[in-house]
């Protein structure tokens, strides 16, 4: 697909110097010169993803299964992490997908309702699952504030041209002490070793990736939003279709847990896909 891209600054502080850091096809990521965020540079615009986003989950109820399989444990683990916090309430699933998620804590007694810019994985998540789901983006619904108990995102936020947009706007509609939980890849340090290994890949997923978030500066960036008492983990891992990316992420994921665990919950292993709980802080 031929995409429109655009030069853009810095998404997270606004400045506009960087420096090349990986390249993956025709497109490169770059590192901000003030704020070290790494980002897309130049990206695909707005207009020429939304169309994109029409193709990008798969289709077929034989991928629409694996998908479902692949994304069950680290669901199944978020879902017992909410309710160690409530036992129900109302959910926002942002990027819902097939929406099996929002069925998983419908069933569990969550109001959960989904917003998603996909019409394919809307139209999926309605018909045939039964779910409440807003066409995206999220901006679009108009939700009122203070409105949701959770709001979840899982594998959005390094989609997004405007992640603090997006952070700005579930804070404004989760109610005081609501909880954000976040799930995100962190290539840069394994796509870093296979560089210096000369190792060819295309782990940042481009051009569907506009961003890389450390646990650091998504951790800066909700502080900046309005959150408070944030909490990192790994959160299980997925498991995808095919003996050698199910056995890498199966073996890479557990022993990230197994370190983190040992280390206290300190340290988070490096290039594996990471969770952060946050709250919005509740005024004095
Ligand atoms: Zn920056």
């Known amino acids: 697909m031929d995409f429109e891209t655009e030069e853009v600054s810095c998404p997270i502080c606004g400045r506009s110097g960087s420096n090349p850091l990986h390249r993956e096809g025709s497109f490169q990521m770059v ?37 479902e399989k692949m994304m069950k444990p680290v669901f199944d683990r978020a879902a017992n992490l909410l309710k160690h916090f409530r036992e129900e309430g109302r959910l926002l699933d942002v990027g819902s997908g097939f929406g099996f998620f929002l069925a998983e804590m419908k069933d569990r007694g969550w109001e959960a309702v989904g917003v998603e810019i996909s019409r394919k994985a809307m139209d999926y998540a309605r018909n045939i699952l039964g779910l409440t789901i807003h066409p995206g983006p999220m901006e679009d619904a108009g939700f009122p504030d203070n409105h949701f ?21 579930c804070h404004r509609i989760l109610k005081p002490g609501g909880l954000l939980l976040l799930r995100y890849p962190h290539t840069t340090p394994i796509k870093s070793l296979l560089s210096l290994l000369r190792i060819r890949n295309r782990l940042y997923d481009l051009p569907a990736h506009l961003s890389d978030f450390s646990p650091g500066i998504i951790q800066q960036c909700l502080e900046r939003t309005g959150f408070e008492q944030c909490q990192h983990m790994i959160g299980g891992h997925t498991l995808p279709n095919g003996f050698g990316k199910r056995a890498a992420s199966s073996l890479f994921g557990n022993l990230s847990e197994v370190i983190f665990h040992l280390s206290l919950k300190k340290f988070l292993f490096p290039g594996v896909s990471k969770n952060i709980l946050a709250f919005k802080r509740v005024a004095e």
Request: with cysteine.
């Open 149 to 169: 108990d959770a709001v979840t995102g899982f594998y959005v936020i390094e989609h997004l041209s405007h992640p603090m947009a997006f952070l700005k706007e």
């Open 31 to 67: 590192k901000c010169a003030s704020c070290q965020f790494i980002f897309l540079n130049p990206r695909p615009t707005v207009e020429s993803l939304h169309s994109f986003y029409q193709q990008y989950l798969p289709e077929g109820e034989s991928s629409i299964e694996s998908w």
